[in-house]
C-alpha cells in the first residue's frame, strides 16, 4: 500500500518540479547576486560561507527533484500506453475520471480500474529496481512538502479536494525553500 502511495506522491508533484527547479535557479541566482552587496547591517547575512552553504542546500534540493522528475518518466516509460496517458492525464493535466473517460472514449468504471492498475504496476516497477519506502523517504527527507503530499495519501482512503493541490503545493514548497534563505 506504501508503494501505491509513493507512487502517488511522485505524480501527484511532477508537474510542479520544472516550476519549483527554476524558482530555486532563481532564488540562488538573487541570494549570490545579493552576497555582493556587504554593509554593517547585513555582514552576517552575506556572509560568504554562510551563503556558499545555502546555495549549496538549494543546489542540492534541485537536484532531488531532477531526479524524482527522471524516475517518473522512467516509470511512465514502462507502462502501456493507454495508461501512460491516463496517468498523465489524472496527475500532470489534473483531469477528473469523468474528463479521463471521455477523451480515452471508455466508462469511468474503467478508467478507475486503469488507474488502479497503472499504479500497482508503477509500484512493482519501483520494487523491482530496489525503490523502498525508506530508499523514497531517505531521497525526501529535505522535501517536507513532498512528504506531506505522501503522508495525505497514506492517512486518507479517499483523495482529498484537489482544489487543494496546486495552490498549497506551490505555496508550502516555496515557503520551505525560502526558508532557507531565512535561517
Excluded: G
Excluded at 505524480?11 to 516550476?19: A, G, I, N, Q, S
Excluded at 527547479?21 to 541566482?29: F, L, M, P
Excluded at 556587504?38 to 532531488?64: A, F, G, M, P, Q
Amino acid at each position: 500500500m506504501n508503494m501505491k502511495n509513493m507512487v502517488k506522491t511522485i505524480f501527484t508533484v511532477y508537474r510542479f518540479l520544472d516550476k519549483l527547479a527554476s524558482s530555486i535557479d532563481k532564488i540562488v541566482e538573487t541570494r549570490a547576486l545579493n552576497s555582493f552587496y556587504v554593509s554593517l547591517d547585513n555582514i552576517s547575512y552575506n556572509d560568504i560561507s554562510k551563503v556558499t552553504n545555502e546555495i549549496l542546500e538549494l543546489t542540492e534540493r534541485k537536484v532531488t527533484l531532477i531526479n524524482l522528475k527522471v524516475l517518473a518518466n522512467e516509470v511512465l516509460k514502462v507502462l502501456d500506453k493507454d495508461y501512460a496517458r491516463l496517468i498523465i492525464m489524472k496527475y500532470i493535466e489534473n483531469k477528473p475520471y469523468l474528463e479521463i473517460a471521455e477523451k480515452l472514449n471508455i466508462s469511468e468504471r474503467t478508467v478507475r480500474r486503469w488507474h488502479n492498475n497503472a499504479i500497482v504496476l508503477c509500484a512493482f516497477y519501483l520494487q523491482d529496481n530496489k525503490y523502498t519506502l525508506n530508499k523514497f523517504l531517505s531521497l525526501l527527507k529535505k522535501e517536507k512538502w513532498i512528504l506531506q503530499i505522501f503522508y495525505n495519501f497514506v492517512n486518507v482512503k479517499k483523495p482529498t479536494n484537489e482544489s487543494y493541490e496546486k495552490k498549497h503545493i506551490i505555496q508550502d514548497a516555496c515557503i520551505e525553500y525560502k526558508k532557507i534563505l531565512c535561517k
